[in-house]
């Protein structure tokens, strides 16, 4: 062997050695929150996590209420007046348990019945329950009056001074169990099809993102294993290494 020849596979050595101890003194310092794209990886997956996380929760909320609501009969009514203030304000979100008896209502309970000549119903506490007597004004549709289980129910709003103008009668009605003050404005947005457009098409786009094959990145383990496989002439899949070339004679 020839001492030019002696001197390249020298300096070949020397060369892959440095190389080497690079790859690895690069590799540490990652590993120790130094220099590299980390951080900011570490940001995005905790923004990620966090929104899958919320919208796992909504997800679950919105499952449970879909079933308690078809088991128990359960209903969910938006308040667009102020009638009912300050105990259910205009905006408010009320949950009601639909169709109970009239027979079994009581001063006191907030209920909500149609109103005849009205497309909405209306939400207003129960003053007094009795027999149908007299003229009969406002007859929800479908009621007989001779029917024993109809009840004349006189109403009043909270925020209003003087009861409703004439009973209603009826023979089962949706009790309040509970409201909420302004929850019906974001149930209403909600419920828009520009927002539900926007949370389908954000939530796809989220799904994608995650499933989306990243390969290797800087700043994890595998791409400075990686890096340091270059480097060195080394193949990550484990492969016999690769021989660096021979300058020519």
């Given at each position: 062997?020839?001492?030019?020849?002696?001197?390249?596979?020298?300096?070949?050595?020397?060369?892959?050695?440095?190389?080497?101890?690079?790859?690895?003194?690069a590799s540490r310092a990652r590993a120790r929150g130094g220099a590299g794209t980390r951080p900011r990886?570490?940001?995005?997956?905790?923004?990620?996590?966090?929104?899958?996380?919320?919208?796992?929760?909504?997800?679950?909320?919105?499952?449970?209420?879909?079933?308690?609501?078809?088991?128990?009969?359960?209903?969910?009514?938006?308040?667009?007046?102020?009638?009912?203030?300050?105990?259910?304000?205009?905006?408010?979100?009320?949950?009601?348990?639909?169709?109970?008896p009239a027979a079994d209502l009581r001063p006191g309970d907030v209920v909500k019945v149609p109103r005849p000549g009205y497309d909405?119903?209306?939400?207003?506490?129960?003053?007094?329950?009795?027999?149908?007597?007299?003229?009969?004004?406002?007859?929800?549709?479908?009621?007989?009056?001779?029917?024993?289980?109809?009840?004349?129910?006189?109403?009043?709003?909270?925020?209003?001074?003087?009861?409703?103008?004439?009973?209603?009668?009826?023979?089962?009605?949706?009790?309040?169990?509970?409201?909420?003050?302004?929850?019906?404005?974001?149930?209403?947005?909600?419920?828009?099809?520009?927002?539900?457009?926007?949370?389908?098409?954000?939530?796809?786009?989220?799904?994608?993102?995650?499933?989306?094959?990243?390969?290797?990145?800087?700043?994890?383990?595998?791409?400075?294993?990686?890096?340091?496989?270059?480097?060195?002439?080394?193949?990550?899949?484990?492969?016999?290494?690769?021989?660096?070339?021979?300058?020519?004679?």
């Amino acid at each position: 062997m020839s001492a030019q020849a002696a001197a390249t596979r020298a300096g070949d050595r020397d060369a892959l050695a440095a190389a080497r101890r690079d790859a690895v003194a690069a590799s540490r310092a990652r590993a120790r929150g130094g220099a590299g794209t980390r951080p900011r990886r570490t940001a995005g997956l905790v923004v990620r996590d966090a929104v899958l996380t919320l919208t796992g929760i909504a997800g679950a909320l919105v499952i449970a209420w879909t079933l308690l609501s078809r088991i128990l009969g359960l209903s969910l009514v938006v308040l667009m007046t102020g009638s009912m203030a300050p105990t259910l304000p205009t905006g408010s979100a009320a949950v009601t348990l639909d169709g109970v008896p009239a027979a079994d209502l009581r001063p006191g309970d907030v209920v909500k019945v149609p109103r005849p000549g009205y497309d909405l119903p209306v939400t207003h506490r129960v003053v007094s329950v009795g027999p149908v007597t007299g003229e009969v004004e406002r007859l929800s549709a479908g009621v007989d009056p001779a029917d024993p289980a109809a009840r004349q129910l006189v109403l009043q709003g909270d925020a209003n001074a003087t009861v409703d103008p004439s009973p209603y009668v009826v023979t089962e009605a949706d009790r309040v169990l509970g409201g909420a003050p302004y929850l019906g404005y974001a149930n209403r947005l909600l419920h828009t099809p520009l927002v539900i457009a926007g949370l389908a098409g954000a939530l796809v786009l989220l799904l994608v993102g995650t499933s989306w094959p990243t390969g290797e990145r800087r700043g994890s383990p595998r791409g400075d294993r990686a890096a340091g496989d270059r480097a060195t002439g080394r193949r990550s899949a484990g492969g016999p290494p690769r021989r660096p070339a021979r300058h020519a004679r």
